[in-house]
């Protein structure tokens, strides 16, 4: 198990938050070191919610990133942008609160799906997805538990190019809060 | 899954209707009816149970105060993958000879009947049950007290499966508020269900810990909320009685020391009580229990809320469990309101409640125990 202080994920909406936690754990994060801030339904666009609450969250971990272990999860969809126009705009969110933009050795994991979640999730499942289309939600949310713990008892096979693009810069992103040693070993 | 409710003249219920989904979170200003809904529930579960004849369960200062009508009418409906059961209750309220009567009691599945307990207002009319078997085809008839439920009467047997299941399935509607002050560590017996305030936690507890499934799975979960937990113990008082310990580890490791229940915090007492509802809820295979949690994140400290708060969700969004939450914590409402779960309860004085989903944008960008705070949400 990781010695996680905490580990705060700011995102949309339930489904990527149950994606997130859920691979979080799976990954050795202990469930009651995570704290969830995710968009409440119907008050404002999920993307909106995120890049208003992107900074605070980013004073709020480097207040304390110097002496507790805390790590912070940030997951938007892409949508049809890339990923560099996205992180552009999050540093540009940083930026104008007067905030440094987020520097490589920052406890900071930026998840973009592309398009959205759904598409991480259809790909999970063995499906032939692109990154363009836009899928379908599932019944439940819980429903990508297990496609998510699976792709987190793969350490090797998500870095690879078999994984979604997407998802596989999340992976790479997800070494930013998990030393690369624990991102092969915790479950390898 | 419990998928409606419906209550008339009981309290602040008038023509009252709620239809329920997987998880539930009922909001609104004190006194706006949410707590009448748990109490509808719980005395339905105990009058069905047999846990006492109707002028024990039902009170004749529950009828709506502001109303003349003597008639208090109660339906239920339980869904079983595509199958509906309906369950009816009228009680009538004699208040000249300070009496209740059952008026009539009927259960429906697929609207087609399983009983029929039928008392006409004529003098004349002997009440009378009528039964169904499980192909709709009548059963016995037969005269029957107006004092009780005709279902709690009646014992499980072949041609009345449905029936059953009904009655078994109902007594998994589990209300509670817990309490932890009034939570007792001493048990003469064991007992079955939860009682409405947990107080009866250790009666409880040795009654589920006959279950090792049940232990495991609960001491499981408690090492993970609480890392300190180790194991519950009873311990012999007497020839009936046992008292319950709970033995935590110390932090070094090299043993662990059993404290007497009520030696825990009240927090720790009652972060045990709500994993246990969890543990037992989880055991008995999906659907199977409705926890309906009046003010559950009491006497939590607040880093302990989302964990619990998110294995609740994950284990209804995955259809293990039901559940009906009350709450005016910011830390619950905020994040079950992710989803569209919500309830808003409200009513004016001497008035019936109401009750609307909540859902709609207002825009300001505020999180909802914010609007609730400033009394925005419906503005």
Redesign the interface.
């Known amino acids: 198990m990781s010695s996680f202080t905490q580990v705060v994920i700011l995102c949309e909406?339930?489904q990527q938050?149950?994606f997130a936690?859920h691979f979080l754990e799976s990954c050795g994060i202990?469930?009651?070191r995570?704290?969830?801030n995710?968009?409440?339904?119907?008050?404002?666009s999920g993307e909106q919610f995120v890049r208003?609450n992107y900074a605070s969250e980013v004073r709020a971990h480097r207040s304390r990133a110097s002496h507790l272990n805390v790590g912070l999860v940030v997951m938007t969809d892409a949508d049809v942008k890339s990923a560099g126009e996205k992180h552009r705009e999050l540093d540009g969110a940083l930026v104008a609160a007067g905030e440094l933009v987020r520097k490589t050795d920052e406890r900071i994991a930026v998840f973009l799906p592309k398009r959205n979640i759904e598409t991480w999730i259809y790909f999970l499942m063995g499906e032939d997805v692109n990154e363009t289309d836009v899928y379908s939600k599932l019944k439940?949310?819980?429903g990508c538990?297990r496609l998510v713990a699976d792709l987190a008892a793969k350490p090797q096979y998500r870095l690879t190019d078999g994984v979604l693009s997407s998802l596989r810069g999340a992976c790479f992103e997800l070494r930013r809060i998990l030393p690369s040693k624990q991102c092969v070993e915790v479950q390898g | 899954m419990l998928r409606r409710i419906y209550a008339d003249n009981y309290r602040a219920l008038v023509n009252f209707e709620l239809k329920l989904g997987q998880i539930n979170l009922f909001l609104g200003p004190n006194g706006s009816g949410k707590s009448a809904v748990f109490e509808v529930l719980r005395k339905l579960v105990n009058f069905v149970g047999g846990y006492g004849k109707v002028s024990d369960v039902f009170g004749s200062s529950d009828c709506t105060r502001w109303q003349d009508s003597c008639i208090q009418t109660f339906e239920l409906e339980i869904a079983r993958e595509a199958d509906v059961y309906k369950y009816e209750l009228a009680i009538e309220h004699a208040r000249e000879e300070a009496k209740l009567r059952v008026r009539h009691e009927r259960l429906w599945l697929n609207n087609k009947p399983l009983i029929r307990f039928e008392n006409f207002d004529k003098s004349d009319f002997q009440p009378e049950v009528q039964l169904y078997r499980d192909d709709h085809s009548m059963g016995p008839r037969y005269p029957f007290d107006w004092s009780q439920s005709a279902l709690a009467s009646i014992f499980p047997r072949k041609e009345n499966r449905h029936l059953t299941w009904f009655k078994e399935r109902l007594q998994r509607v589990l209300v509670v508020a817990p309490v932890p002050q009034l939570m007792t560590e001493v048990s003469a017996q064991e007992e079955v269900r939860p009682s409405a305030r947990l107080e009866n936690y250790a009666s409880w507890y040795r009654y589920l810990s006959l279950d090792q499934q049940v232990v495991i799975r609960l001491n499981t979960s408690l090492r993970e909320a609480m890392p300190e937990f180790d194991h519950f113990k009873f311990e012999p008082l007497g020839e009936d009685h046992r008292l319950l310990r709970v033995h935590l580890r110390n932090s070094d490791g090299t043993g662990t020391i059993g404290y007497r229940f009520t030696e825990l915090s009240e927090g720790q007492r009652t972060l045990i009580a709500l994993y246990t509802l969890m543990a037992v809820s989880q055991t008995e295979g999906a659907g199977s229990y409705t926890l309906c949690l009046d003010e559950p994140e009491n006497f939590l400290a607040l880093p302990e809320i989302q964990p619990w708060l998110t294995s609740l969700y994950d284990s209804c969004s995955e259809g293990e469990v039901q559940a009906l939450v009350i709450s005016h914590h910011p830390e619950l409402i905020n994040y079950l309101l992710a989803s569209p779960v919500g309830y808003w309860f409200e009513r004016e004085c001497n008035r019936p409640t109401r009750v609307k989903p909540i859902a709609a944008d207002d825009g300001s960008g505020l999180p909802i125990s914010e609007l609730i705070a400033r009394g925005w949400l419906r503005e």
């Open positions: 909406d339930r938050e149950v936690r202990d469930r009651r995570l704290r969830v995710v968009c409440p339904k119907g008050r404002m208003d439940t949310e819980g538990k």
